[in-house]
């Protein structure tokens, strides 16, 4: 069965600083993909970014970087220098076979002071 | 470019009632995917359309929903009956072909039952 795993329900972080949500999964599929999502108080899912299970390198996304370690089975996101606005719920999602849905973690919600 | 419609935003309803919920697919898409987000939790699979097909409704429940996906026209998620229990933010992504990458998320529609 597939599984994502979010260990940290909460997270704080002050601006500028660069901070790391963790995120691990379990899949027996050999071709997988991972996301992660970005859902703000408004309450909308913003995507942004994603590792395919054979992509040699880490995904990068502007301030978003992707820490893919596929022996740990682990995706954590690194948001670099955060800003106020990163302050939000972010989920990890692993995609299986293609055609499947998502599935998601239960997500972490970080906030960011000044 | 519009991305995924829904509609209503926010929908009402008393126990017992039904309610519908609308998802226009990006323009060209084919593939439309409903989720479901009960409060402080991820988002859970419930249904996979194609046009005029349900491919997967491993994750809906057995009695009271139905989704659809006509030839025109957005997809409808029905929910009869409603309960106290229904509850909860349900978005709609939409994918341009079977093994596409990415699923492009709606805004959601927030449905309360009094």
């Given at each position: 069965?597939?599984?994502i795993?979010?260990?940290?329900?909460?997270?704080?972080?002050?601006?500028?600083?660069a901070?790391?949500?963790?995120?691990?999964?379990d899949?027996s599929?050999?071709?997988y993909?991972?996301?992660?999502?970005?859902?703000?108080?408004?309450g909308?899912?913003?995507?942004?970014?994603?590792?395919?299970?054979y992509?040699?390198?880490?995904?990068?996304?502007?301030?978003?970087s992707?820490?893919?370690?596929?022996?740990?089975?682990?995706?954590?996101l690194?948001?670099?220098?955060s800003?106020?606005?990163?302050?939000?719920?972010?989920?990890?999602?692993?995609?299986?076979?293609?055609?499947?849905?998502l599935i998601?973690?239960?997500?972490?919600?970080?906030?960011?002071?000044? | 470019?519009?991305?995924v419609?829904?509609?209503?935003?926010?929908?009402?309803?008393?126990?017992?009632?039904?309610?519908?919920?609308?998802?226009?697919?990006?323009?060209?898409?084919?593939h439309?995917?409903?989720?479901?987000?009960?409060?402080?939790?991820?988002?859970k699979?419930?249904?996979?359309?194609?046009?005029e097909?349900?491919?997967?409704?491993?994750?809906?429940?057995?009695?009271?929903?139905s989704?659809?996906?006509?030839?025109?026209g957005?997809?409808?998620?029905?929910?009869?009956?409603?309960v106290?229990g229904?509850?909860?933010a349900?978005?709609c992504?939409?994918?341009?072909?079977?093994?596409?990458?990415?699923?492009?998320?709606?805004?959601?529609?927030?449905?309360?039952?009094?």
């Amino acid at each position: 069965a597939q599984k994502i795993t979010q260990t940290q329900p909460g997270m704080f972080v002050q601006e500028k600083e660069a901070v790391t949500l963790d995120c691990t999964y379990d899949t027996s599929d050999p071709s997988y993909g991972l996301f992660w999502y970005k859902q703000p108080s408004s309450g909308e899912m913003i995507f942004l970014i994603y590792q395919g299970s054979y992509d040699q390198q880490n995904a990068t996304e502007g301030r978003y970087s992707l820490n893919f370690q596929k022996a740990r089975k682990s995706a954590n996101l690194v948001i670099s220098a955060s800003q106020l606005g990163d302050s939000a719920m972010y989920f990890c999602a692993m995609r299986g076979q293609a055609g499947t849905a998502l599935i998601f973690g239960k997500g972490t919600t970080l906030s960011v002071s000044s | 470019n519009a991305g995924v419609m829904q509609n209503p935003r926010h929908l009402v309803r008393r126990r017992g009632q039904e309610a519908r919920l609308r998802c226009s697919p990006m323009k060209g898409h084919s593939h439309v995917y409903w989720y479901r987000q009960l409060p402080e939790e991820g988002l859970k699979f419930m249904v996979y359309l194609q046009k005029e097909n349900i491919i997967d409704e491993s994750g809906m429940p057995k009695e009271r929903f139905s989704a659809e996906f006509p030839k025109e026209g957005p997809s409808i998620l029905r929910i009869q009956q409603v309960v106290r229990g229904d509850s909860a933010a349900y978005f709609c992504a939409s994918s341009p072909h079977f093994d596409s990458d990415e699923q492009y998320f709606g805004p959601g529609t927030r449905l309360t039952v009094t």
